[in-house]
T-cell receptor, first 114, second 114 residues
């Protein structure tokens, strides 16, 4: 069955430190990969997406993610975290033959220490 | 407004009652999605509409759940004989057609079943 796993439920980092949020998927072919952010009281916002080509993709707000086929992973990174990055982060996968239907991970809540 | 609009923003109802949730997509977006987000969980896909094609209902959890969409406009999600486990935030998203198009999410309807 198709699934998305975000192993870390909650992560705390200090402001200015680097960040990596993990995401693994289970699927027989290369899916389309997305990272969304959900800030308190706000809707989901797309950070970045991977469809094909260069496996390192750049997104908004200084985020990037790297697709590693051998590890079935699509980890999100940011070199220096800002307090405003505190939010819930969701990894999602889509499939070329299923329209735009997305399967989401359970999310990682990011807290930022001053 | 230019975004996806959902109403009501909050709904409290008694167990056993029927509820109807509304989603107004971005103008011109032919694809529309409903997701459910339980407390502390990721988003669960419920149903997907694309133009005049038959909807993908594969995520609906039971026959108490149904959704309609007229053309490429408003959609309603109906839950009959609500149960306490139906308590969640119901999110609607819309996009241009195709798997590669980013989904734009509304702020959701928070449904509480007493």
């Amino acid at each position: 069955a198709q699934s998305v796993t975000q192993p870390d439920i909650h992560i705390t980092v200090s402001e200015g430190a680097s960040l990596e949020l993990r995401c693994n998927y289970s699927y027989g072919a290369t899916p389309y990969l997305f990272w969304y952010v959900q800030s308190p009281g706000q809707g989901l916002q797309l950070l970045l997406k991977y469809f094909s080509g260069d496996t390192l993709v750049q997104g908004i707000k200084g985020f990037e993610a790297e697709f590693k086929r051998s590890q079935s992973s699509f980890n999100l990174r940011k070199p220096s975290v800002h307090w405003s990055d505190a939010a819930e982060y969701f990894c999602a996968v889509g499939f070329y033959n299923q329209g735009g239907k997305l399967i989401f991970g359970q999310g990682t809540e990011l807290s930022v220490k001053p | 407004g230019a975004g996806v609009s959902q109403s009501p923003s909050n709904k409290v109802t008694e167990k056993g009652k029927d509820v109807e949730l509304r989603c107004d997509p971005i103008s011109g977006h032919t694809a529309l999605y409903w997701y459910r987000q339980r407390l502390g969980q990721g988003l669960e896909f419920l149903i997907y509409f694309q133009g005049n094609s038959a909807p993908d209902k594969s995520g609906l959890p039971s026959d108490r759940f149904s959704a309609e969409r007229t053309g490429e406009s408003v959609s309603t999600l109906t839950i009959q004989r609500t149960q306490q486990e139906d308590s969640a935030v119901y999110l609607c998203a819309s996009s241009s057609p195709g798997s590669l198009q980013p989904q734009h999410f509304g702020d959701g309807t928070r449904l509480s079943i007493l």
